[in-house]
């Protein structure tokens, strides 16, 4: 039997990501681990497993900032320690696009837009479609590609995106990003076949 925690790793983690990802994970019907916000990251990857561990149900949605440090940064290595952890299934990352001091990149699988649209190209931090093909601009990005993930997707600035995703309107661009995460990775129809072996 597969144990291992089912977990959507997000790269943000300032006071917009926390409030959005609070949300999202309630309506989803998963956990949010809401210490693992900050700008940086500051808890340990291991720490993090720990209360990834403690969660009562999956799936588990975990935030990693990096505030712009050059390289692998707090968030990052954090990030890789819990991505590479024997006790935890990476579901998918969600990408964030930043205007990063610093030329930090990541390929992306997908792109959703500020409104919505998913699209094969980046996005800039106001969610708004980029030409640059599979490619998305970030400061907590450095390691992703390392990390090979089922899916990556690329979004605008978690909680923002010129208000299209205001977690006052239940921040719709997050919450699409990790359901095409949960789809993609097979996991939407775990969960309703363990629902529906419950009901029969």
Not at 47 to 76: C, H, N, Q, W
Not at 116 to 135: H, Q
Not at 149 to 167: L, N, R, T
Request: charged share 30%.
């Amino acid at each position: 039997m597969d144990n291992k925690r089912k977990v959507v790793l997000i790269t943000d983690g300032d006071e917009y990501a926390r409030r959005v990802v609070e949300i999202v994970a309630k309506e989803i019907g998963g956990r949010c681990i809401s210490m693992s916000w900050g700008n940086p990251t500051t808890l340990s990857g291991k720490t993090i497993v720990r209360l990834i561990k403690k969660a009562p149900y999956d799936p588990v949605l975990v935030m990693f900032d990096d505030s712009g440090i050059v390289g692998e940064g707090a968030g990052e290595t954090a990030m890789r320690y819990v991505a590479n952890h024997a006790d935890i299934e990476v579901l998918g990352i969600i990408a964030v696009a930043s205007r990063t001091r610093h030329a930090e990149w990541t390929k992306v699988d997908v792109s959703i837009d500020r409104d919505g649209n998913l699209t094969g190209n980046g996005v800039d931090k106001y969610g708004a479609e980029e030409f640059e093909p599979g490619k998305i601009t970030g400061d907590t990005v450095y390691c992703i590609d390392q990390l090979h993930a089922p899916i990556v997707v690329g979004i605008g600035d978690i909680g923002k995106m010129s208000k299209k995703d205001d977690y006052v309107k239940g921040a719709p661009i997050t919450k699409l990003a990790i359901e095409l995460i949960l789809e993609r990775s097979g996991y939407s129809d775990e969960q309703k076949r363990a629902q529906d072996a419950t009901d029969s």
